[in-house]
Structure formats: structure tokens, C-alpha cells
């Protein structure tokens, strides 16, 4: 299926994205949500979308639209301190990659691990800690 062709997810794909979404909330603690769908005004609707989500400033946001064949990834205040934008962007491409090849619930999958891994708070070492 080409990018640009509307996806029908059954609910054994729902399921498998539910799966993703909170095994990357018990990875790095952050709320994920998954968009497939018109973002008619592109990443102005993205944004709204994520400004509705239970905790904006805790959360990220995938969202894809397959008719305008565009997707963005849309993250809050205390999320960007540990998430890039070039992680962003290669999650996004991930992403295109598997939708090229018809595999959106894989695409969602390896997106959102990537992306909750990389938001994941980085470890320390503090001094009074023995090494």
C-alpha cells in the first residue's frame, strides 16, 4: 500500500498500537498517543491534537495522515529535554519506511520504541554512589 492510500486498521492492529503505546509509557515514563488521520491544517492540527492529550507538557504525539502522505511528531515541554528533533525525524523515517512496504502497526511500533527510548531520562552517577 502506498502512503497515500487510507489505512483501515482492524483491531488486531489497535490492539498490537495500544501494545506500543504503553510499553513506551513504562519505558520512559511519558504519555505516547497515535494519530492516523486528515491533520487538515497539517501540523497546526497535530499540535491542537496534542494539546488535548491528558498532559501535553508529559506527552509525545505521532500523528499520520495518509491521504496528504505527511506525519509529525508533536512533543511537550518536559518531553523535549531528553527527545531531539533529529530523533524525531528519524523516527519519522523509520516510519515512511514501513509504511512504503504497507506495515503501519510496524512502522507505529518502531517509531514509538525509538522514540521512548531516546526520551527515557539519561542515567547518572553520583558521587556517593559506589562504581
Known amino acids: 500500500m502506498a502512503i497515500g492510500e487510507t489505512y483501515r486498521l482492524d ?9 506500543i503505546v504503553q510499553r513506551a509509557r513504562d519505558i520512559c515514563g511519558f504519555e505516547f498517543a ?4 486528515e491533520l487538515a491544517e497539517g501540523r497546526d ?3 491542537a491534537i496534542h494539546a488535548g ?11 499520520i495522515d495518509p491521504q496528504a502522505r505527511s506525519m509529525d511528531v508533536v512533543t511537550g515541554a518536559r518531553v523535549r529535554r531528553n527527545l531531539d528533533d533529529r530523533t ?6 523509520s516510519l515512511r519506511s514501513s ?4 506495515d503501519l ?11 521512548a527510548e ?7 552517577l553520583h558521587l556517593d554512589e559506589p562504581a
Request: with cysteine.
Open 11 to 19: 483491531s488486531d492492529d489497535r490492539a498490537d498500537i495500544e501494545r
Open 34 to 37: 497515535v494519530f492516523v488521520g
Open 118 to 124: 531516546h526520551a527515557r531520562a539519561p542515567r547518572t
Open 105 to 115: 502497526p510496524g512502522g507505529v511500533r518502531d517509531a514509538i520504541s525509538l522514540l
Open 53 to 63: 492529550l491528558h498532559d501535553p507538557d508529559s506527552a509525545v504525539l505521532l500523528a
Open 88 to 93: 524525531c525525524e528519524f523516527a519519522l523515517l
Open 99 to 102: 509504511l512504503q512496504v504497507d
Open 45 to 47: 492540527s497535530a499540535v
